[in-house]
Structures are given as C-alpha cells and as structure tokens.
C-alpha cells in the first residue's frame, strides 16, 4: 500500500523558513515524479514544486521560484521541501503526491498524502 506522509508544517512568522517532508513508502518510486502542491481557505489546489525521483529535474511555480527548493533523498525515500522568505500568502495545507506520468496537473497525480499545515503569521 502506497503512503506519502507529510510533516513539518507549523505556524511562522512572514520572513522565516521551513521545511516540509514527505515520506514514501509502499512500492519503489523510481521514474515517478514527486511533487508538492498546496491548498489555501477558499481557494483551488495548486502546484508548487516537482522533482524527478531518480533525476535532477525539478520544476517550480512563478510564485515560489528563488525561495523554495525541492529536493529528495532516495536513500530514505523522502522528499523535502525548503521554505525561505515566507510569506503570508504561503499559508496554506502542503500535499505530497506523486505520479508516473510527466504532467504536472493536480488531477493527474496518482497518489496523495493528507497534507500539512503551514502558517506564515504577518
């Protein structure tokens, strides 16, 4: 049974970093791509970052390039997303999901872990 496990998501102030985990398990994720996506109050889910698991591909939203920084370790079948300069606007709950195909579109990912809270206070 495949699960994708998120941690690392608190409250921090605007300007502060942090970083988010996503621990696999259930089959071998080599030629998926993992990715990270978020949700806020009211609003659709969106992409944020993507990386290839067995490549150095990753892949960024216009509105976290520079900041953000994905990254995985294949030793420990985790994914890790850096967080710096956040803002406000970044609040939202962080999904780990993770698809074989090459899209990058929420509704094609195969698999979803339930998500971490992250909240930038002003």
């Known amino acids: 049974q495949v699960q994708l496990v998120e941690s690392g998501g608190r409250l921090v102030q605007a300007g502060g970093s942090l970083r988010l985990s996503c621990a696999a398990s259930?089959?071998?994720?080599?030629?998926?791509?993992m990715g990270w996506f978020r949700q806020a109050p009211g609003k659709e889910r969106e992409f944020v970052a993507a990386?290839?698991?067995?490549?150095?591909?990753?892949y960024y939203a216009d509105s976290v390039k520079g900041r953000f920084t994905i990254s995985r370790d294949n030793a420990k079948n985790t994914v890790y997303l850096q967080m710096n300069s956040l803002k406000p606007e970044d609040t939202a709950v962080y999904y780990c999901?993770?698809?074989?195909?090459?899209?990058?579109?929420?509704?094609?990912?195969?698999?979803w872990g339930k998500g971490t809270l992250v909240t930038v206070s002003s």
């Open positions: 990386i290839r698991w067995s490549g150095v591909s990753t």
């Open positions: 999901a993770a698809t074989y195909g090459s899209s990058l579109k929420s509704g094609d990912m195969n698999y």
């Open positions: 259930g089959r071998t994720f080599s030629g998926y791509v």
